[in-house]
T-cell receptor, first 112, second 111 residues
């Protein structure tokens, strides 16, 4: 099992550009979560899916953020336009149940 | 999400010492979990607790689910250098809710 796979591992972009983060969950896991980690706020839940359907997106900061899960093996988190305050490590996690997540290695996003 | 207060924020200890950290909440949780994060990686699940009063061990790690269901602690015995990392507590209110994470305890172990 390859675990949860995220890409890219690092992303540096200029303010105003569109950023797309990608996640491949573990096969058979019904839940997929997107978290953001910063020093100030720790791990924050942005959105989660169950069977590809968004269940709770109340953690999405604003309309600049959007997430999709077109099928059971792929999800994207998009930021458009990006701002410096979006700089953080973004984690994807998947789970066969509601707890015991398996996290990916994260995408470190830097917006300059 | 619900606020979890994790302490201490950081610990700097010598190899062989025991470590204790805890997590409290103003709300009741039905599940408590402890994760460890190594630099440049995502958090990895260490121990999961599902019942108030439950005491569970995983090697040198021991965690307990508080009786009030509002707290949990994690102990590490005889620390070793590879214990270095950030330890997070996480609580789940009930089925249908995502995990809420504490801010983490950063552990440094000197040989």
């Amino acid at each position: 099992d390859a675990g949860v796979i995220q890409s890219p591992r690092h992303e540096v972009t200029e303010m105003g550009q569109e950023v797309t983060l990608r996640c491949k969950p573990i096969s058979g896991h019904d839940y997929l979560f997107w978290y953001r980690q910063t020093m100030m706020r720790g791990l924050e839940l942005l959105i989660y899916f169950n069977n590809n359907v968004p269940i709770d997106d109340s953690g999405m900061p604003e309309d600049r953020f959007s997430a999709k899960m077109p099928n059971a093996s792929f999800s994207t988190l998009k930021i458009q336009p990006s701002e410096p305050r979006d700089s953080a490590v973004y984690f994807c996690a998947s789970s066969p149940t509601y707890y015991g997540y398996t996290f990916g290695s994260g995408t470190r996003l830097t917006v300059v | 999400g619900q606020q979890l207060n994790q302490s201490p924020q950081s610990m700097f200890i010598q190899e062989g010492e025991d470590v204790s950290m805890n997590c409290t909440s103003s709300s009741i949780f039905n599940t408590w979990l402890w994760y460890k994060q190594d630099p440049g990686e995502g958090p990895v699940l260490l121990i999961a607790l599902y019942k108030a009063g439950e005491l569970t061990s995983n090697g040198r790690l021991t965690a307990q689910f508080g009786i009030t269901r509002k707290d949990s602690f994690l102990n590490i015995s005889a620390s070793i250098p590879s214990d270095v990392g950030i330890y997070f507590c996480a609580g789940q209110l009930d089925s249908g809710y995502a995990l809420n994470f504490g801010k983490g305890t950063s552990l440094l172990v000197t040989p």
